[in-house]
């Protein structure tokens, strides 16, 4: 595993700032961004004093206050889908990263989180197996996930994707899609059905 000490990270898209507080006991220089001024005031108070994280109110789609070049590592959690123009937050993740730089990124699995996506049910409640449809529809739509209300989601194609980041500069170096470990399933049981069909992806890209 690659140590991220001393590495300037942008956390692009950083909520109440878990992954940014990860990176920053790691010894990063870490620079967290996120569109919502409220996700950026409670990052700050789960920020313990001494943990040094650069918060910034911005959009991932226009980042014109950070420099070319600023970042050896960009990571961006669950937040592209919630994009309404990726292509320019790809172009600006690009412009970013130092030559050589990692782009990390990880969205709803783009296969099986579709627009009328969900569990086909018996009349009782089990679960028997998992819907997908209007694959190839690209654009908004409002889907609930799990307990949420209704929540708007951006759909693309993995074809859109891969192609989108290939034109933007990037070398796709690998894809994961997770599956719960061990730990993970001994404290929560349920997670059992993520066996069953992918729930997310990640892409880690070359610049």
């Avoid at 990263?97 to 569990?119: A, K, M, N, Q």
Wanted: with cysteine; glycine share 6%.
């Amino acid at each position: 595993m690659e140590t991220v000490n001393n590495k300037k990270i942008l956390d692009a898209g950083c909520g109440e700032g878990y992954l940014s507080r990860i990176l920053a006991k790691s010894e990063a220089i870490v620079t967290a961004v996120d569109y919502s001024l409220r996700m950026i005031e409670i990052a700050k108070e789960k920020t313990p004093n001494g943990l040094l994280i650069d918060y910034k109110q911005g959009n991932r789609e226009d980042l014109n206050f950070l420099e070319d070049k600023s970042f050896d590592l960009i990571v961006s959690n669950m937040v592209i889908q919630d994009l309404a123009n990726y292509e320019k937050a790809f172009q600006e993740m690009y412009r970013l990263l130092v030559d050589g730089g990692c782009f990390i990124f990880s969205i709803l699995h783009p296969c099986f989180v579709t627009p009328e996506s969900g569990w086909e049910r018996t009349k009782d409640g089990k679960k028997l197996h998992w819907n997908v449809d209007k694959y190839f529809y690209e654009g908004a739509y409002e889907q609930r996930l799990g307990d949420k209300e209704q929540m708007l989601f951006f759909h693309r194609t993995l074809t859109s994707y891969i192609n989108t980041l290939i034109k933007t500069g990037f070398i796709l170096e690998s894809i994961v899609e997770p599956k719960p470990s061990k730990v993970m399933l001994k404290k929560y049981p349920s997670f059992e059905e993520d066996f069953r069909c992918a729930d997310f992806i990640v892409f880690k890209l070359k610049k």
